[in-house]
């Protein structure tokens, strides 16, 4: 029985990565380690593509439009949603994932939820490679793993889905 798996290879493309300004210590750590997980697997820094957004519940629409151009093999997503005293944590971290799903199934270009939703700021510090692992460089290796992924499901290696002999 065939297994398809994404690697980690250098896909060919570019790459656009939407990161939020609120929460600006957090998000920059999430981005330097998103072009580091990047350029560790040999995508050059002149491939990606940086758009900054207020905050995140404005990536979806930025998200969206970026993967509607045809240009970006992927696009990653990247910000902090911190839990507060009252429930604006809960609508902004719902449609921000609800938002990047739409985007990914209705332009079939991987959008990737780098998005770090917390209890608090000291979590998101940790996710963000204070202590140990970065969700940002996370993101990018899931961003080159999906478009591998989706290029091997292309190919005519496929029997049976119409690609090849059945």
């Keep these: 029985m065939p297994t398809f ?14 990161v939020a300004r609120f929460n600006g210590l957090i998000t920059e750590s999430l981005l330097a380690g998103c072009i580091d997980g ?10 990606l593509d940086t758009v900054r957004v207020p905050g ?3 990536i979806p629409l930025v998200a969206r439009r970026l993967a509607e151009t045809g240009r970006y093999a992927a696009v990653i997503c990247l910000g902090a949603v911190i839990r507060g005293d009252t429930g604006h944590y809960d609508h902004v971290a719902g449609q921000a994932a609800a938002g990047l799903m739409n985007a ?3 332009t079939g270009v991987p959008v990737i939820f780098g998005i770090l939703t917390t209890d608090t700021v000291e979590q998101a510090l940790n996710r963000a490679g204070i202590k140990a692992g970065n969700k940002g460089t996370e993101s990018a290796l ?6 591998n992924l989706l290029n091997a499901l292309k190919g005519p290696q ?4 119409g690609f090849g002999p059945a």
Excluded: C, Q, W, Y
Excluded at 5 to 14: I, N, V
Excluded at 142 to 147: K, R
């Design 56 to 58: 995140s519940f404005e």
């Design 38 to 47: 990047f350029v560790r697997h040999g995508v050059n820094e002149a491939a």
């Design 5 to 18: 798996e994404g690697d980690f290879t250098k896909p060919d493309g570019r790459f656009a990565i939407v």
């Design 142 to 147: 899931a961003a080159i793993e999906m478009v």
């Design 158 to 161: 496929l029997p049976g889905f």
């Design 104 to 106: 990914t199934v209705n």
